[in-house]
């Protein structure tokens, strides 16, 4: 059984900043991906970012050059720093990995982004 635990949301205006932070109960060094996803009201859960074991990354082109997306092997760690926010990016955000065949989900921190 992994765990995945977000912390960091809250409540920014346009153009603020907020970091949310994924912690792992499991080592996240030999763990191929490990993600983050986000689900407006209403609305699907989407892809936002991707961070690989050897640190590779890749996201959505709405948030590209804008959110960067940072793991800490040593603290099980996995970062979203998101930067210029915008409204639209209000939604629960969730972190989510696959372990031997099995995957997982934290329980989601909520971002708003409003003035």
């Known amino acids: 059984q992994v765990q995945l635990v977000e912390s960091g949301g809250g409540l920014v205006q346009p153009g603020g900043s907020l970091r949310l932070s994924c912690t792992v109960s499991?080592?996240?060094?030999?763990?191929?991906?490990i993600n983050w996803y986000r689900q407006a009201p209403g609305k699907q859960r989407d892809f936002v970012a991707t961070?690989?074991?050897?640190?590779?990354?890749h996201y959505v082109d709405s948030v590209k050059g804008r959110f960067t997306i940072s793991k800490d092997n040593a603290k099980n760690t996995v970062d979203l720093q998101m930067n210029s926010l915008q409204p639209e990016d209000t939604a629960v955000y969730y972190c989510?990995?696959?372990?031997?065949?099995?995957?997982?989900w934290g329980q989601g921190t909520q971002v708003t982004v409003s003035s």
């Open positions: 989510n990995t696959r372990v031997e065949g099995a995957q997982y």
């Open positions: 499991i080592s996240i060094s030999s763990i191929y991906a």
């Open positions: 961070i690989t074991n050897v640190g590779g990354t």
